[in-house]
C-alpha cells in the first residue's frame, strides 16, 4: 500500500510563497509520474499541476507562470513551489500518484492566503 505525506502548506500573505511537499513510501513517481490537486471550500477538486514519470510537466492555466512541480527521485518526493500566492489560491492541495484504476491520494495540506 503506498502513502502520500504531504507538507508545508500555511498562512501566507498575497504575493507570498509557499512549498509543498508529498514524499511516498516508495519508489512510485518514476514509475507514474504525480499531480498537485486542489479543493476550495464547495468547489470541486481541480488539477494544478502534473509531472509524469519523464519529468515532463504542465500546469493548469491559473497558475502558470506562478508554480512549479519538481521531483526528487532519490527522496521518493514531488514539490511543488507557488510563488505569488493570491487569495483564490486558498484550498487543501492533495498529492496523487497510480494508475487511473487505483489511484493513491495523500491527505491533504491547507494553503490558506490571506491578509
Known amino acids: 500500500q503506498v502513502q502520500l505525506v504531504e507538507s508545508g502548506g500555511g498562512l501566507v500573505q498575497p504575493g507570498g510563497s509557499l512549498r509543498l511537499s508529498c514524499a511516498a513510501s516508495g519508489s512510485i513517481f518514476s514509475i507514474y509520474g504525480a499531480g498537485w490537486y486542489r479543493q476550495a471550500p464547495g468547489k470541486e477538486r481541480e488539477l494544478v499541476a502534473v509531472i509524469t514519470r519523464f519529468g515532463i510537466t504542465n500546469y493548469a492555466d491559473f497558475v502558470k507562470g506562478r508554480f512549479t512541480i519538481s521531483r526528487d527521485n532519490a527522496k521518493n518526493t514531488v514539490y511543488l513551489q507557488m510563488n505569488s500566492l493570491k487569495p483564490e489560491d486558498t484550498a487543501v492541495y492533495y498529492c496523487?500518484?497510480?494508475?487511473?484504476?487505483?489511484?493513491?491520494w495523500g491527505q491533504g495540506t491547507q494553503v490558506t492566503v490571506s491578509s
Open positions: 496523487n500518484t497510480g494508475r487511473a484504476s487505483q489511484p493513491y
